[in-house]
């Protein structure tokens, strides 16, 4: 991309592998903490550790890739409109991806579906009114033990009725 030439399924394949497997590595990690008891970064009984990767995920099977199957993985779609996304790459300096090649990415783009594990996020705003609406989204969705609830576990069975019903 550096050199202005848009990426290819071929170079792209063994990056989202790479990515795929330091997901699945940290799962694992995650997991087995959780198993000993030992829980996120050692702080037992408080909400589990979040690995954030930013990359564009661009197609479904690209997502699917990263996310291998594991129901602990979400994306976050920041959804802009094109001609923001212009005015942003051509206000970059210093950037590997030049301004040229944003129709390229646009062309690859798949929107996510309503049954894909991502939470589309309006971003044609400024940066610091787009993190405060990722955060929430993140943290409405990190699962929390119940002890540490104050109206006990929220699990499908309470849904749509109000804390403490």
């Not at 959780?34 to 997502?63: F, I, Q």
């Not at 996020?121 to 787009?130: D, F, H, L, M």
Request: proline share 10%; with cysteine; aromatic share 4%.
């Amino acid at each position: 991309m550096r050199s202005g030439l848009p990426l290819t399924e071929a170079l792209r394949a063994p990056w989202l592998a790479g990515l795929a497997e330091l997901i699945l590595r940290w799962i694992e990690e995650e997991e087995e903490e959780e198993e000993e008891g030992v829980g996120a970064r050692g702080l037992r009984g408080h909400r589990r550790a979040v690995l954030v990767l930013a990359c564009s995920a661009l197609t479904r099977a690209y997502r699917r890739t990263l996310a291998a199957g594991s129901p602990a993985v979400r994306f976050a779609f920041l959804e802009v409109d094109p001609a923001r996304l212009k005015e942003r790459l051509a206000a970059r300096t210093g950037h590997f991806m030049p301004a040229e090649l944003l129709d390229s990415q646009l062309e690859t783009l798949e929107r996510p579906a309503p049954d894909e594990p991502v939470w589309v996020i309006p971003a044609n705003g400024s940066i610091a009114e787009t993190v405060p609406i990722v955060l929430e989204r993140v943290d409405s969705w990190i699962p929390r033990p119940a002890e540490s609830l104050p109206n006990g576990p929220r699990g499908p069975e309470n849904a749509g009725r109000p804390p403490g019903a």
